[in-house]
């Protein structure tokens, strides 16, 4: 998919996903929120919408590391690892992951320049999915997209970053 660049649009510097000019890629995570205050009510089984809100912030702040500090981003990508594993904790621990990072942000943010990277140099700035894509796509398929995008993050992580 060819994506056109002009005057008018301006890529995160981030996650490189392409924004509208004056937008900032953080109002995503509102957007992705929105999707799931519409559609995860509807979902019978509770595991699969906290895992999918699970995914969907992880995933997204592993792509924005300059909000987080490296001990956090560690811990973020362990987190989700072990989410997408065959060995999938059950939905207590993971409960209290998300629980600790809501709770704690003072522990886990990062106070620097906007989009400043010096405490992980090497991290992409390009990625196989972005959260535009997850919002883009059918909202129905919203809880495999984010695992999907999770999935897509590790694995361009893991070629770059060891
Ligand atoms: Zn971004």
Redesign the pocket.
Known sequence: MSERIDERTA???????V?PSGRD??E?VHELLEIEARLLPGIEDVEVGLLAHFFAIAT?QL??PSRLTSGAVTQLRDGVRRMLGSDRPPIDHLRRQVRGFAEGPSRVARRAPAGDRAHVPHWPRRWTM??TDVIGGPQADYADAVERWARHTLGDLDGIVS
Do not use: D, F, S, V
Not at 11 to 17: L, Q, T
């Open positions: 890529r995160c510097p981030e996650c490189g996903a924004l890629c953080w995503r997204y792509q924005h972005t959260a």
